[in-house]
């Protein structure tokens, strides 16, 4: 035990090689994909398969989609005095490398979809065998239901040894090319909540049908899908965790588990963001350097020119959402609750992100305006990690309830 | 010709000096000249105007510093002092203090609720900190928390993180007792961390006094100047070489305690390097003055004027080439991030119960996103501006390089932490800006973070 916040030692070698493959493999293609959207980055496929192969042999240190699952008794390693440094701070140091290379073509990264790590944190042991290896997306947004994710009208009915879905997802990450997509469905609409399951259906099951592409503002390497099912038959042992609609049962089955979904994963957007920034401003400190304007740590903002001011509170500012990252994974790696803390850092994480990278837009005037360099794509990529996996107001609304000790009731 | 500037409006009042009068301003400013003396002799303020006290008022008061006791020389002149090892680095992400600072700062928090909190409006009015809790400060050995054992005092290695922790614990009572009490101490760090043999054998066995025996001494650590656009590497205080010692002359500001400190910490440039100097309160040329500021009242701030103050070749604190001065300016700003995170933690503190409790329009103003998000904000930039202060901290403790680090969280908790002192007043409303509630006091003294140079260090 003592206070020390640089990061852990002992996954240096992996950050270093996941910045190893952001440089030199995500880099040189990240233009190209952003132009050709849609296209599909085959060259994602070797890396997929390497990225598996050193998952296999330990050296990823469980980082990856898979490493939200909380097992227990799992070893952090070489630890001290009870202090675990896992496969969470693993996985938000490593993606946040990633995404220093591009987060459009993370998205992308096979077999790393959202769904695995849904699957990850609600599934059996069972059903946790039966899907290993697969690449799953994850459908819940509809046409109507966006953040309020308790209001899904797409249902599931029980008919025989399946379940019947029916309904339309939109922005569904990879939904075109992952070989399954984990669906959010309701088995009762009457019973709100409680009712609310999700399923993994496997591509090409019929009734399903990627119905289009959408074309946006940035992460164009990656595919966002809006999905159809129509009387879509899946097996019954497909429903993630427990088919109970008891409203009482404990948490991990019903819809709270599958909203504990998101204390896992938001920590890996908030790595996310702060991967994109860091990309922007790794760049725009080179190219002000370039122009004669370095920060000097010793002296105050104001004594220096107003570029270098700005840069230092980017900096700033830039690191304290990579902290709150860092400390909510670490929580998570030592079994403590970090609801409000994942919180914290997506929300800081996602409007940091913003602000840094439209900032370097504005510090390198037209040269970061313009497509001859990188910088105009990261303030397009950046935009969407303050919306997904729970909006910036969202993020305020779990803080402030958690804070002021409020229920969603009360602070609505 | 000599008239018209005195009837120019500019350079006072903060009037800019481009403003003019014309016919109606030379009358209105006649009126006021006699309303004031008029209103002065009417409600008999005359009197009370004319014994303002010194520390209340800046009203050209000005005093000698303190006699101070004698600082018996000791030790071995030249030889290098002791130091404390910088602590174990356990190459772990972690975020949990050890046993013995969470003892410390639990006692300390305690200190900082039954004492601190329940003096510091009184304390902030009177621009003073109570005897008591200055007593109670070194009774629970403020002053001794980041010297070695050799040196009398507690820390078994480095103490900036225990130092770190113990400024927020204290910060969450009162900011300006915290400067107060803090004050003396980080002097005596200072010396622990650069002084010589001699230095720390001549001044520390006072700090470690038996508390019961004599008082420790009040001592100030004076990097500040009155000067806009100020950098501190750069003190317009100047040191010159004389045959056997120094010269300092020049002007420092937002000196802690200054009028009672018995010891100072001097800033000044010598030979285009900024260095830290010993000055006893004795010494001649010293001149100190009140110099209330916004807020951090209770501190007693004063401005210390040095002319053609002699100091001895002994009296240099560190290196001559800006290094020591250098870490000093980090570690003192690393002190002023950890007061802002535990101003800003008591800012949260009050506010939660007030907007679940305060209703309008038929409900708690809490559930109001307007008022709930504010405080999920200020919760968010608060526990970023604790993660980067302690994440400095650690860095110093173990004897890295943290000067980045520093400026990182000092950064935040100027910008973020003054956003968290103008939330408070405002989620308190009209009831924010009367000095009922704290929140205009936390106001007042979360601007000094990332203004203030110096006064406090860890």
């Known amino acids: 035990m003592t206070i020390e916040l640089d990061d852990p030692k002992r996954f240096r070698t992996l950050v270093g090689q996941a910045h190893q493959v952001a440089m030199n493999m995500l880099r040189p293609i990240s233009r190209k994909y952003d132009l050709a959207e849609h296209a599909y980055p085959q060259e994602l496929d070797m890396l997929a398969a390497m990225i598996d192969g050193l998952a296999d042999s330990g050296a990823s240190e469980g980082a990856g989609a898979a490493g939200v699952r909380r097992e227990e008794g799992a070893d952090g390693g070489d630890n001290d005095r009870g202090n675990k440094n896992g496969a969470n701070l693993a996985s938000v140091m490593s993606i946040q490398e990633m995404c220093w290379g591009d987060v459009g ?308 | 010709m000599s008239l018209l500037p005195s009837l120019r409006p500019g350079g006072r009042h903060g009037v800019a000096t481009t403003e003019t009068r014309d016919p109606i301003g030379y009358l209105v400013a006649g009126l006021s000249r006699l309303a004031q003396a008029d209103l002065l002799d009417r409600v008999g303020l005359r009197k009370h105007a004319e014994q303002a006290v010194f520390t209340i008022t800046r009203t050209g008061f000005s005093t000698m510093t303190r006699a101070s006791r004698t600082f018996a020389r000791a030790g071995v002149a030249g030889r290098p002092g002791v130091r404390a090892p910088s602590s174990q680095v356990t190459g772990q992400f972690d975020i949990t203090p050890t046993e013995d600072q969470q003892l410390l700062v639990d006692v300390v928090t305690e200190f900082a609720t039954e004492v601190v909190r329940p003096a510091a409006g009184a304390a902030d009015a009177a621009c003073e900190a109570p005897p008591e809790v200055l007593r109670s400060a070194l009774e629970i050995g403020l002053p001794i928390l980041g010297l070695p054992e050799e040196l009398g005092g507690v820390a078994e290695e480095r103490s900036a993180t225990t130092g770190t922790l113990v400024a927020e614990a204290l910060a969450r009572g009162d900011l300006g007792l915290a400067v107060a009490t803090l004050a003396p101490g980080s002097v005596a760090t200072a010396i622990g961390l650069w002084g010589t043999d001699e230095q720390q054998q001549t001044y520390l066995p006072a700090f470690s006094a038996d508390v019961n025996q004599e008082q420790a001494p009040a001592a100030a650590l004076a990097l500040s100047e009155p000067q806009v656009l100020f950098d501190v590497l750069r003190p317009h205080t100047t040191a010159t070489r004389t045959g056997d010692g120094y010269l300092l002359n020049g002007v420092k500001s937002s000196v802690p305690r200054g009028a009672d400190a018995e010891l100072f910490v001097v800033g000044a440039l010598l030979d285009g390097a900024p260095v830290l100097f010993l000055v006893e309160s004795s010494t001649p040329g010293l001149r100190v003055e009140a110099d209330p500021a916004m807020g951090v009242r209770a501190a007693s701030l004063t401005r210390l004027t040095l002319t053609e103050v002699q100091v001895g070749s002994d009296g240099v604190l560190g290196t001559t080439d800006g290094t020591t001065y250098a870490e000093c300016v980090r570690l003192s700003r690393l002190a002023w991030c950890a007061l802002a995170v535990g101003t800003g933690q008591a800012v949260l503190d009050y506010v939660t119960p007030y907007v679940t409790d305060r209703e309008a329009f038929g409900e708690p103003i809490a559930h109001r996103q307007s008022v709930a998000f504010k405080v999920a904000d200020l919760a968010i930039e608060l526990q970023a501006m604790r993660l980067l202060t302690y994440k400095a901290a650690g860095r110093a403790a173990a004897g890295r390089e943290f000067g980045q680090a520093v400026a990182l969280a000092r950064e935040a908790c100027a910008r973020h932490g003054m956003q968290i002192g103008l939330d408070g007043v405002q989620l308190l409303g009209g009831h924010g800006f009367v000095k009922e509630h704290p929140v205009e006091r936390w106001y007042r003294d979360l601007r000094a973070v990332g203004v203030i140079e110096g006064a406090v260090l860890v």
């Open chain 1, 105 to 412: 073509l993370l998205l992308s990264m096979p077999r790393q979809g959202l769904g695995n790590s849904a699957i990850a944190s609600v599934a059996d042991d069972v059903q946790l065998a039966r899907f290993d290896g697969v690449w799953a997306a994850m459908a819940i947004t509809e046409p109507g239901v966006g953040s309020d994710s308790a209001n899904i009208t797409t249902t599931a009915v029980l008919d025989g040894d399946h379940y019947v879905i029916n309904g339309e997802k939109i922005f569904v990450t990879s939904g075109d090319r992952a070989d399954h997509v984990v669906v959010w469905a309701t088995l009762d609409k009457e019973l709100g909540r409680a009712a609310i399951k999700s399923f993994v259906v496997a591509k090409g099951t019929p009734g399903m049908r990627v119905e289009r592409l959408e074309h946006k503002l940035g992460i164009r390497a990656s595919d966002t899908a809006t999905i159809i099912f129509e009387d879509c038959r899946v097996p019954k042992e497909n429903l993630l965790g427990s088919p109970d609609v008891d409203s009482g049962s404990a948490g991990g089955q019903g819809f709270a588990g599958a909203m504990a979904t998101f204390d896992n994963t938001r920590p890996l957007v908030a790595a996310m963001a702060v991967g994109c920034a860091a990309a922007a401003l790794d760049l725009t400190r080179e190219l002000l350097a370039g122009a004669g304007v370095e920060v000097d740590y010793d002296r105050p903002g104001q004594t220096q020119s107003a570029a270098a001011a700005k840069l230092l509170q980017l900096e700033s500012d830039l690191e304290g959402a990579r902290l709150l990252m860092l400390q909510a994974a670490w929580l998570a790696d030592n079994r403590r609750p970090n609801s409000l803390e994942a919180s914290m850092a997506k929300a800081k994480a996602g409007r940091v992100g913003s602000d840094v990278t439209l900032s370097c837009v504005e510090l390198c005037g037209a040269v970061g305006y313009s497509e001859a360099e990188l910088l105009e794509k990261w303030a397009r990529d950046s935009k969407i990690l303050d919306i997904f996996e729970g909006t910036q107001q969202i993020q305020q609304l779990i803080v402030a309830r958690r804070v002021l000790g409020l229920s969603s009731a009360q602070l609505r």
